[in-house]
């Protein structure tokens, strides 16, 4: 059965991952040569920590993992309360800090939600899949997805929590849901975005939207970052400045470069080259995961890889486009880029269930 499972996986999902980490890896080589290469060093960690953990999770049967991620979601809540009475890192609590590395429950809360999530869905649809349709059952999909997004939101991370929600998005597309919910959720957004503005985002979330629409507002405050990720870029040009000699990077004009601004390191130092094959990497990985809920065995397996494939698309399209000047700032990393140990760990179990799904595919009963 193993030797199937193995046959029949989507090995270039895990190609692509591999030359994200390496890509990642030099980029953090060179952006952490003035700090001893501590943040390179947990980097190392944490992957090799992963790696094992990831390749548990692949031969473990998605469905099995399913039925107790009720269990997973329940801890991940208790953990989203818990570090809401933390000591605030860089203004927000979103970390718990253990000796040397730090710990931020938001990010393996992804795993627990889409396990539950999808589990919910398929529950509901055993009596048809219309029923996903019905108003109380949607709500109760949304709620299991509202509950930890309200808390991360709370701490704040505005950026993790619209992960969730784009990841429930693209489950409940796959799910079949009714399109006139859709175009019901098009026009609350239209109508909501300019009330959160004015009424509910506080005062530095605004800062940045401003900042986003014209960085000159502030460009020795708020607007710093951008103006100096978007020289970064532009100075790489097509095969970059080269290794260890970026002028915003190595000069400590680029902040915080080992984790949301990485991609402008790799723009800088690797040129337009590098940081293009990363974007082609990740829509490589993004198409095939969308092809794994296409041809997964069953809708449990559907949705969850959906669910992957939202977090995956939203930080790759949010990360690199804050970069770029195009999106505003969130404080969302570059999956298998960017510095931190929660996040690869995260990513890397997601990859596992991906793989873990792709393996169990219909099409493996008919190898030998």
Request: charged share 15%.
């Amino acid at each position: 059965m193993k030797k199937k499972i193995f046959r029949n996986i989507e090995w270039g999902i895990l190609a692509c991952t591999i030359l994200l980490i390496a890509i990642g890896l030099v980029a953090l080589f060179s952006s952490t040569q003035n700090s001893n290469y501590e943040e390179l060093k947990k980097q190392i960690t944490w992957l090799m920590i992963s790696v094992p953990i990831m390749m548990i999770v692949i031969l473990i049967d998605y469905n099995l993992l399913t039925k107790i991620s009720l269990v997973f979601y329940g801890i991940s809540l208790i953990l989203l309360i818990a570090v809401l009475f933390t000591v605030p890192i860089n203004g927000a609590c979103s970390w718990f800090v253990i000796g040397p590395f730090t710990f931020q429950p938001a990010e393996f809360a992804k795993i627990a939600v889409i396990l539950l999530t999808a589990h919910v869905m398929v529950k509901i649809q055993e009596r048809g899949a219309d029923e996903i349709s019905r108003p109380w059952k949607l709500g109760l999909i949304c709620l299991t997805v509202l509950v930890p997004v309200l808390l991360i939101i709370k701490q704040p991370d505005y950026g993790t929590a619209i992960a969730f929600l784009v990841a429930l998005i693209f489950m409940l597309f796959v799910a079949g849901i009714k399109k006139r919910y859709i175009v019901i959720a098009l026009l609350l957004i239209v109508t909501l975005v300019p009330l959160a503005y004015f009424f509910i985002l506080p005062e530095h979330a605004k800062s940045r939207i401003d900042v986003y629409l014209n960085p000159n507002l502030d460009p020795r405050g708020a607007g710093y970052n951008i103006i100096q990720s978007k020289l970064a870029i532009g100075a790489g040009q097509f095969l970059g400045m080269g290794l260890l000699k970026g002028n915003q990077t190595q000069l400590g004009y680029l902040y915080p470069k080992t984790t949301d601004f990485i991609f402008a390191v790799i723009g800088e130092e690797m040129g337009f080259v590098v940081a293009g094959t990363v974007i082609i990497l990740y829509i490589i990985l993004i198409t095939k995961s969308i092809y794994i809920a296409k041809t997964a065995k069953d809708n449990l397996g559907a949705y969850i890889a959906a669910g992957i494939s939202g977090i995956f698309f939203f930080h790759m399209v949010e990360n690199i486009g804050m970069t770029m000047g195009l999106l505003p700032i969130t404080g969302i990393p570059l999956p298998f880029v960017s510095y931190g140990g929660s996040s690869m760990l995260t990513n890397l179990i997601l990859i596992a269930i991906l793989l873990n799904i792709s393996g169990r595919r219909k099409k493996a009963l008919f190898i030998e």
